[in-house]
Each structure stands twice: as structure tokens, then as C-alpha cells.
């Protein structure tokens, strides 16, 4: 077992959890004895805190289909579902970019606007 499995087997635990969404909610509460200058194994950690947790809440709302306990166990199924997951949120961004860009063409095109004449002479 590498350390970068280490890391992830200990960020998705149920103590190490509980402990980081406690540190979020309380100020009293540290995950490290320092609280700057963190090593990269740290900052490893904490990426893996975060996303365990966007999992764990996406699981909760039963957001995706394809998400359950069982693929945050599996670190390779885990990381597919990452992956898929990102694919999906990179179309819809593309596609709100695109309706975008349409919008704002529309509005450069004069014939979409109504114009009218006011008579202010009165």
C-alpha cells in the first residue's frame, strides 16, 4: 500500500471525517499541530478530506446514480466516477458558455430590438 492510498484510506474514514467537518464548524478544533505552512503531505490530506466529503454530501441527495458507498471504497472506481463526474460538469459548462456567447450575440443584433420614436414635443 503506497502513501497516497494511505492517505485516502484515512480521509474517507468516519473519525477523520467527523474531525474535518468539525474543524470547519468550530475554531477551536485543528486537524494538525500546525496550522500553516503545511507539508505536501498535508496538503494531500486535505484534498482528500474534501472530495471524500463532496462525495459523502452527493450521496446523501442521491445526486448521482452512480455514486454509492461502495464506489468511494474502491479507489479505482472512486477515481472513475471523479473522472466521469468532471466530464459532465465540463459539458455543462461548455453549454452555458455557448447559450451564453448566443445571448449575447443576440443582443449585438439590432433587428432582435424594438425601437420606437417619442415624441417630445408637446
Known amino acids: 500500500m503506497n502513501i497516497e492510498t494511505k492517505i485516502r484510506y484515512l480521509a474517507k474514514s468516519v473519525y477523520f471525517q467527523n474531525l474535518y467537518n468539525s474543524a470547519k464548524e468550530i475554531n477551536g478544533v485543528h486537524l494538525f499541530e500546525n496550522h500553516n505552512n503545511f507539508s505536501g503531505l498535508q496538503v494531500l490530506f486535505l484534498f482528500w478530506l474534501r472530495i471524500y466529503e463532496s462525495l459523502y454530501t452527493d450521496i446523501g441527495k442521491k445526486e448521482w446514480k452512480y455514486l454509492d458507498e461502495n464506489v468511494i471504497k474502491n479507489d479505482i472506481r472512486c477515481d472513475a466516477f471523479l473522472y466521469w463526474r468532471g466530464q459532465i460538469y ?21 433587428s432582435n430590438v424594438n425601437t420606437f420614436n417619442v415624441d417630445f414635443q408637446g
Open 90 to 110: 465540463d459539458q455543462k459548462m461548455q453549454q452555458y458558455k455557448q447559450e451564453e456567447q448566443i445571448g449575447k450575440l443576440k443582443l449585438k443584433d439590432k
